[in-house]
Structure formats: structure tokens, C-alpha cells
């Protein structure tokens, strides 16, 4: 998505300037110390200046590399992303294929809570993002539906990535369900009163990924 003031996306920009000095640091250096930034203090800890101190340099320094904070966002989101194990062999199964991908992009996220946040903004994929929807599309190659199709199937598995990477919410009561009146609501009173089963509960996010997937996917009326 090209950026509102007409700048060229920092991917398609050269690392460093045909003038001026030789950078200190690559793109990469910077984006592994914001990171690092934000996996101990969140995103709101992340500010040019706190990753220009952890590279031991001077915030100015970073506009060598950098025109602002979004694209050092873009640049954090796309380094996560090359966390992500895109090589995996396809098997004969797309579906297990994908959810094997959506549990490895689950664990991503929870290794990196900001992610959450910093990757709803919107602006240009860099090329790990790109390289994991090539990923998906490769994986889909045997599923006999139009590309329109699959590029939605792929946008939802980050969508249910993202709802069950949220942590629990801070100060939830421990009886949501307090309020129950049994008159006033006698199907809720009964499926609580129920004894807690001793099996133990599904895979709660597989079963939402191959539910949606095959919903998109394969099972069209």
C-alpha cells in the first residue's frame, strides 16, 4: 500500500544515500534492538531515540536510515515475520499444511505481544510479509478456488491469529456469569448447572482455523 505523501516505501529504498557518510548500523540492526525494545516494555517503548541509546548512537543518526517512527514500525513487523518457518514442505493435505502455519504464526505473535498492535497500521508489506503470502498461496495450490478466494483465506488466518493472541483482560471477574437468573434465563442456568466434563477441552484455535478455512474454502453452496 503505497504511503499517503508519495515517499518510496522503505523496501524499495536503497540502505544508505549515494551521499554522505557510511551508515553504522544496517536496517537489520535496527529493527533486532527495537524489538528488543518492545518485547520488554511494549510498542510505547519504542521511540527513535530509546533505539538510537541501545545502538549506542544519537537519534538524529537514525533519519540516515529512516524518514520516521512508522516505517521503524514497518521494519519490526517485518523482521518478526521472518521468524515465521516458510519453507516447509507441503504435504498432501492444504489444510493441515496451513494449520501447522497458523500455529507457528500464533506462537510468533504471543512471543511478540506488540505485534498486535503495530500490525494493524495498514502500510506497505515488506518482503517477509510478501514472502509469507507466497507461502499461503503455494500451500493453496491444490485447493480449486479463484485467487480472490485464497487471498481472503489467508487474510482470516491472521485475523483469528490476532483474536486469540490477545491476552485475558486485566481485572476480568472470575464468575462472568454472575448475573445468571434462573427464571429470566433458564437455558443459561441449565448448560451451567451441568458437571465440568473430564475430557479434556479441543484444540479451540485448530478447530476455529480448519472450521474457517474449509468454510471459505471448500464448503460452498
Not at 68 to 83: H, K, N, P, T, Y
Not at 117 to 146: H, I, K, M, Q, W
Request: with cysteine; glycine share 6%.
Amino acid at each position: 500500500m503505497p504511503e499517503s505523501s508519495g515517499r518510496r516505501a522503505v523496501w524499495s529504498r536503497p540502505d544508505r544515500g549515494a551521499r554522505g557518510p557510511r551508515p553504522e548500523h544496517s536496517r537489520a540492526e535496527i529493527a533486532a534492538a527495537a524489538i528488543s525494545l518492545a518485547d520488554s516494555g511494549g510498542l510505547s517503548a519504542v521511540s527513535m531515540r530509546a533505539v538510537a541509546g541501545a545502538l549506542g548512537t544519537v537519534a538524529g543518526s537514525l533519519y540516515r536510515y529512516l524518514s520516521s517512527r512508522d516505517e521503524l514500525l514497518d521494519l519490526m513487523v517485518d523482521a518478526a515475520l521472518g521468524e515465521l518457518q516458510l519453507d516447509r514442505e507441503s504435504t498432501e493435505d492444504w489444510l493441515d499444511d496451513l494449520v501447522a502455519l497458523a500455529d507457528d504464526q500464533l506462537a510468533l505473535y504471543r512471543r511478540h505481544p506488540w505485534l498486535l498492535e503495530a500490525g494493524l497500521r495498514g502500510t506497505s508489506l515488506g518482503p517477509n510479509a510478501t514472502d509469507y503470502f507466497e507461502c499461503c498461496l503455494r500451500l493453496l495450490a491444490p485447493v480449486e478456488r479463484d485467487i480472490a478466494a485464497k487471498m481472503e483465506a489467508t487474510a482470516m488466518i491472521t485475523g483469528v491469529v490476532s483474536l486469540f493472541a490477545r491476552p485475558p483482560a486485566v481485572g476480568a471477574v472470575s464468575n462472568p456469569f454472575a448475573a445468571v437468573d434462573p427464571q429470566a434465563h433458564p437455558h443459561l442456568s441449565a448448560a451451567l448447572s451441568q458437571p465440568a466434563s473430564t475430557t479434556p477441552p479441543p484444540n479451540l484455535f485448530e478447530r476455529t482455523i480448519r472450521s474457517v478455512l474449509r468454510g471459505l474454502l471448500v464448503d460452498q453452496t
